[in-house]
């Protein structure tokens, strides 16, 4: 069955939180597996992360993390609405029930947002190729709207729209994952308005959700994408992006963000990824089907006549208007 071209941006999450996972993202980009990672700037090993992307030449994005760990803004050293008693970030729910619920303030979070961009460039020398959230909290309501000011402010023109399609049709994913995945569709969607007016841009589809660790396969990761692409036209260009976890497993007390590994990070899920991206079957099965990986610097190389990547899903090409 004749399929759309696919341009396939590969993106290891998580890079800086902790040498063992860092060593094992190093390993799949070097493979050819990984073509652009994000670093937690306050990660315990985002120095070392540096020194490794500087040295093997990796495209690094900045992975903002608003709920993970310790702030690296001025919410690091008093009391904040981004933050518990004990200095810490809320966690993922913590940190989503404070959004729902009122209680951050917006104008912390672009402190802290700021801070963790200018934390990059000094480990870098250079801007971000890209920006994504840590457990994807730059699409929550209010966060993302300071978040596409920040990016438009600092020039930062990528971004990840994490909307999967069929992600409530994956039988294999826990009851939680499943409704993460619903309200992560919401919140994304609800994002894109002020995504497109800021000028932010981002793959034309994505995929990863129903793929994160030990249900990872090179069937479901295929079969995500197949899912992603259907109804696109043959022959038309597509960009896309796969998340991926891949890392060996944490030993604590080293890694995390502050407060050690966590367990997803100590667990084999990340070694189980690392395997499955590297071996022969996926990227193999990926070269049959015409899949080009890519970075994201290249989804500006789009010859003439191959259309743009997404201001907009396929669904929704709006034109911006004030939000």
Same mark, same amino acid.
Do not use: C, I, K, M
């Given at each position: 069955m004749a399929r759309p071209r696919v341009r396939l941006v590969v993106t290891a999450d998580d890079f800086g939180y902790c040498p063992r996972r860092d060593e094992g993202i190093v390993e799949a980009f070097l493979a050819g597996a990984v073509t652009s990672v994000s #670093? #937690? =700037?306050?990660? $315990?090993?985002?120095? $070392?992360?540096?020194? +490794?992307?500087?040295? !093997?030449r990796i495209p690094t994005g900045l992975h903002a993390n608003l709920s993970e760990g310790r702030p690296v803004g001025p919410a690091r050293h008093g009391a904040s609405s981004l933050t518990g008693s004990e200095g810490f970030f809320l966690g993922k729910m913590g940190f989503r029930r404070a959004v729902a619920a009122g209680e951050v303030i917006l104008s912390q979070v672009r402190e802290e947002l700021e801070a963790q961009l200018s934390r990059f460039r000094e480990l870098l *020398?250079?801007?971000?190729?890209? =920006?994504? *959230? !840590?457990?994807h909290v730059h699409v929550l309501p209010g966060v993302c709207r300071v978040f596409a000011e920040a990016l438009q402010a600092c020039g930062v023109r990528y971004t990840r729209l994490p909307l999967e399609r069929g992600v409530d049709g994956c039988a294999w994913l826990e009851a939680p994952a499943r409704d993460f995945a619903g309200a992560l569709e919401q919140d994304a969607s609800a994002a894109i308005r002020l995504f497109v007016? !800021?000028? +932010?841009?981002?793959?034309? =589809?994505? =995929?990863? #959700?129903?793929t994160c660790g030990r249900h990872m396969s090179a069937h479901r990761v295929l079969e995500a994408l197949t899912r992603a692409l259907e109804g696109m036209p043959a022959g038309q260009v597509v960009t896309a992006e796969l998340m991926v976890h891949p890392g060996y497993p944490s030993v604590p007390p080293v890694g995390g963000c502050g407060e050690g590994p966590d367990a997803f990070s100590c667990s084999s899920d990340r070694l189980h990824e690392l395997r499955v991206l590297t071996a022969p079957t996926l990227q193999a099965q990926l070269a049959r089907d015409g899949v080009q990986l890519c970075t994201v610097e290249d989804l500006d190389c789009k010859r003439p006549g191959e259309g743009s990547t997404s201001k907009a899903p396929r669904e929704t090409f709006l034109e911006p208007s004030p939000p």
């Open positions: #670093l #937690l =700037v306050n990660g $315990s090993a985002a120095g $070392s992360a540096a020194e +490794l992307a500087r040295r !093997h *020398g250079r801007d971000p190729t890209h =920006v994504d *959230g !840590h457990q007016y !800021h000028g +932010l841009r981002w793959t034309d =589809v994505f =995929v990863g #959700l129903s």
